[in-house]
């Protein structure tokens, strides 16, 4: 039963989990020294270091926060019910 209820909310919290990473990664990479927007892979404009780091980082970002999120709704899942979601 726990785990009926535990999708909707996950789904919930992964996809707040996105929005939060997303801007967190944005944040990132204007903090290191870099322009506001991260390069895309088909800039031309830019180059392969900088366009590697950027995916890089921005993956490193979402993964942490995903781990966050999910851990965190977890943990709650678990106080709340006595049951983990596993």
């Not at 390069?39 to 995916?55: K, S």
């Amino acid at each position: 039963m726990v785990k009926i209820l535990y999708k909707p909310l996950g789904l919930l919290f992964g996809a707040l989990g996105g929005v939060l990473a997303g801007a967190a990664f944005r944040r990132l990479w204007a903090l290191l020294g870099h322009e506001d927007e991260a390069p895309r892979a088909t800039d031309r404009d830019r180059g392969w270091r900088e366009v590697l780091t950027a995916a890089a980082l921005q993956g490193a970002v979402f993964a942490f926060v995903k781990a966050a999120v999910d851990r965190g709704g977890a943990v709650g899942t678990r106080r709340l019910t006595g049951t983990w979601p596993d």
